[in-house]
């Protein structure tokens, strides 16, 4: 059974036949979605596996609580809330954070142009940047971090990031300058 | 180092960002031009600051290769399907337990109680297992609702 294509379909109507138990539904709504969902988690976890696995549990959550849906409702906005707190459980795991901070493999160039580049000196200085940025951010607080991946990579701006965690503009201003103090100090420490 | 006044420098904080983010309105931007010209660390401030977003603007979230999109959708709905098998299966233990632990307690409660050779400590004994065991239900039920209701992360509200 695989979703027919997903442009057909407004996003309420697919929500309204989920909450009818609709599995095609579901399926349209997690492929429109999913690679929005991975990409959140991802930046939370750091783990490329573990984005993957929390992504397709947060969906496996949402069509468990579909009664409890709004078709009036962003989907995505409602499917954030609990891959956040899923991912944010996730974290508090001790073996998980040691696991992430191993490595940088979740970031990548943000230039495009240097990945068809074949310069040895200039993708090791690449990697090391990498390596730094990750361990950074791996070192910040969860929600500081949530909302510097939204702003940062997602590239929301401050009135859609404080729909999506549920916190006032204000709030994620300040958690936005906390993270890059944080990030500053850590980055300038690592020199 | 900034010489603002606690309520100020946290209006500053916000224009820095705003700034930095490219979402100041000209209001703002006078706002923050004139907080700048007064306070020399403030600029520094924002020098830094916007060093920062320059490294961390070189890099992003790594895209996943196309293979993981494969069965990603069927994956995340057999999720939901054990899910709510093991939810069953996890009620029904729940309740089995419950009511085996019960008639368990319950047949050992009653042998030694009303037995009268039953020596008066192993007596003791009992009741303290009893109320021993509901202090500690007590207090588990307590603090998960206490903790639950203090979680300052659970009283996040836009306003």
Sequence with gaps: MDPEP?????????????????????????????????????????????????????????????????????????????????CFNFRRDRAV???????AAWLADADARSAGVPDPARELERAELRRRVA????????????VFVLKEFEG???????????????TVMSRLYAARKRLADALEGDR | MS????????????LLMAAIDDELGPDERREL??????????????????????????????????????GYWKGAYRRAERGLGWLLVGAGALVLGVWGLWHLLWNLFESLWADTDTPLPVRLAVVALVLGGLVLVFSVVRERLFTRKHDPYDREVIR
């Design chain 1, 156 to 170: 929301l701006k401050y009135r859609e990031i404080a729909e999506l965690a549920g916190i006032p503009i204000g």
């Design chain 1, 97 to 103: 954070r040691a696991r992430a901070l191993a490595g």
């Design chain 1, 6 to 86: 997903a442009a057909v379909a407004d996003e309420a109507t697919l929500v309204r036949r989920m909450r009818d138990g609709d599995a095609e539904a579901f399926g349209l709504l997690v492929e429109r979605h999913m690679r929005r969902a991975y990409l959140a988690a991802l930046g939370l976890v750091g783990s490329r596996e573990d984005a993957r696995d929390l992504s397709q549990e947060a969906f496996a959550r949402a069509f468990r609580a579909r009664h409890k849906l709004d078709p009036d409702r962003s989907f995505y906005a409602w499917l954030y809330q609990i891959l956040r707190r899923l």
């Design chain 1, 135 to 146: 361990a950074a951010i791996e070192a910040l607080p969860e929600r500081e971090r949530e």
């Design chain 2, 3 to 14: 010489t603002l006044e606690p309520a100020d420098r946290e209006r500053a904080q916000a």
């Design chain 2, 33 to 70: 031009d004139a907080l700048v010209a007064g306070d020399a660390g403030l600029g520094a401030e924002l020098a830094r600051l916007r060093r920062v977003k320059e490294v961390t603007s070189m890099v992003t979230l790594r895209a996943p290769s196309e293979e993981v999109w494969d």
